[in-house]
């Protein structure tokens, strides 16, 4: 071992980051789960899981209802650095506002962590029904959504293709594209459009667009997007939809 890998493993606790495992068994959307649950979805050994779960069960950030345990309020102190130091909520939440009024649809921003999309911001139409059903934190796969390939499509190739290799795509719905040639041709298709346009492959019967959001220097950092029901709008107001997305993507990207 180098000095330096020994240097780094010396500054790494392996406590904490199964403690973040425990957490991270939630990110299904689950209300609650037992302890074998827990250990069974991360991985770790029985006892081991249960002392963790008993930290933050101390610690505030679990509470147990026989046997079962959920996630209490105070996880979401965790994110306040994150949205409020980037002041998302400050910045961007008034754009998706702006584009959601405009659109007549819910609008929402997301960002890529790993294989998924998280929604970190979310404009809500309360006028109208959505079929999302987008709260922030809320989390969709990179490869049958809008979202996730207007990401993929201007992530590094390399990275890209990491990710459509990491695992075997799941078949989500009858139209779930799972071959990888066919997806990679719909990536280039993405970055030759600069929009994703997706049609019940995540879930039946809902359409989404997507358009990249990037920095000022260039990378992509997530992007903006609006779901509806299939067949709900035809060509043109797609490309209203689309046009407006745009401009709602330049905003936000100047704001990182």
Known sequence: MSEDT??????????????????EAY??????????????RTGLNR???????????????????????????????LTQ????????AQVIQP???????????????SMQDETEAVYVAHAFMPSRFTLNRVTVGSRVPLL????????????????????????????????TETRLPVIRTLLAETRAA???????EYVEGVSSLAVPVFR????????????????EHNDQDRSRIVTRLRQCSADVGASF
């Open 95 to 109: 754009i998706l506002r702006l584009a959601s009024h405009d659109i007549g649809d819910a609008v929402s921003f």
């Open 216 to 231: 000022p220097d260039g990378a992509v950092v997530g992007a903006v997007s609006v779901i509806f029901s299939q067949g």
């Open 144 to 175: 049958p959504t809008a979202v996730g390939r207007a990401i993929l499509a201007f992530l590094p190739e390399d990275e890209a293709d990491r990710i459509q290799t990491a695992v075997p795509p799941p078949l989500y719905t009858e139209q």
């Open 194 to 200: 600069g929009y994703a346009y997706v049609q019940s």
């Open 81 to 88: 650095g994150f949205t409020g130091g980037r002041g998302l």
């Open 27 to 40: 990110l299904d959307g689950s209300v609650s789960l037992s302890s074998s649950e827990i250990a069974t």
């Open 47 to 77: 006892s081991v899981a249960r002392r963790l779960i008993r930290t933050l069960v101390q610690a505030g950030y679990l509470t147990e209802d026989r046997g079962r345990y959920a996630m209490t309020v105070r996880v979401l102190r």
């Open 6 to 23: 020994a240097t780094v493993g010396a500054e790494i606790s392996l406590t904490f980051q199964k403690g973040l495992r425990v957490l």
